[in-house]
């Protein structure tokens, strides 16, 4: 079995694709499909299985999801959803031990995926025992507010770690991109040098896979919203979505439409209600909408 979690990890995969004739990818969320993706650029036959009905169904919602599930499909990834992995196997049907050559992937109803190669990306959980060790506040993450500050006022956390009181939401949250890492660590030093600051930033993150690349800020719970508009052409993964809760924008993802970001952005952080119709019309300025004059 593979995983993606350090530098050296992503050696061993792309390796494994100068050799491989077809993996099996267990889950289908960022780390999940942007490796079927360079898998089937290396011309690697893909097998995807997913528990949930369709791809990042948690993070973009049916609506949106829908748009990557085609996107792989057009590229000749076997998707398989709604189904549960029994175990890897290796050679001769038997379980897999480690170290041992992955023949494929029993699932829970007897079915085989025969793979070559195993990668799995089935989410990850904050490292958070040295903190619980030490007594501070730990709630899916290190609990820390807008100064980055712990329970232990002398204790900071930054970075996928911090479970971080958001000004702007209104609540804790924790984000797992390179973005946060980069720039909350050095809000966390200014508060330790006695600055009055909070971390405030939209948050952001962004993927590249195959011919799509997209730009996604803002913050949605599963479920947290009750309307998705759509701003530009879908079927040809030119657009903008927009994720909406009693007519405010909680976020925007950009897709293969660029120099938007910062726009979504101030719309997102401006929080004002905003008129829907105008909001999915290509012809109506964002930055109009972003001033509060929607």
């Known amino acids: 079995m593979l995983y993606l979690r350090r530098v050296a990890d992503s050696d061993r995969i792309r390796a494994v694709f100068r050799t491989a004739s077809r993996v099996a990818v267990i889950g289908a969320g960022w780390i999940g499909l942007e490796t079927a993706a360079a898998a089937r650029a290396a011309g ?9 009905g369709l791809p990042l169904l948690r993070v973009l919602g049916p609506e949106v999801a829908q748009v990557f599930a085609g996107l792989h499909r057009e590229h000749g990834v076997d998707l398989r959803f709604g189904v549960q992995v029994s175990e890897i196997t290796s050679s001769g049907g038997r379980a897999a031990d480690r170290g041992s050559p992955v023949a494929g992937v029993r699932l829970a109803d007897g079915s085989h995926v025969a793979a070559d190669a195993v990668i799995v990306g089935v989410g990850i959980t904050p490292n958070s025992q040295l903190a619980e060790a030490a007594g501070l506040a730990t709630s899916n993450g290190v609990v820390v507010d807008a100064r980055l500050r712990s329970s232990d006022p002398d204790i900071y956390a930054a970075g996928d770690v911090a479970s971080a009181y958001h000004p702007v939401l209104g609540r804790h949250i924790r984000v797992e991109h390179w973005a946060n890492a980069l720039n909350q660590p050095q809000a966390a030093a200014r508060a330790m040098l006695g600055q009055d600051i909070a971390y405030d930033r939209v948050p952001y993150f962004y993927t590249d896979q195959y011919d799509l690349g997209m730009e996604y ?11 998705v508009v759509f701003r530009g052409d879908v079927e040809r993964r030119e657009f903008i979505a927009f994720w909406l809760a009693g007519g405010r924008v909680l976020a925007g993802m950009n897709v293969n439409v660029w120099d938007v970001n910062d726009t979504i952005q101030a719309i997102v952080r401006g929080g004002q209600t905003v008129d829907v119709a105008r909001l999915g019309d290509p012809g109506a300025p964002l930055e109009e909408l972003a001033l509060g004059a929607g």
């Open 217 to 227: 800020a803002g913050y949605v719970e599963p479920g947290g919203y009750d309307q």
């Open 44 to 52: 690697v036959e893909v097998t995807i299985l997913e528990a949930a």
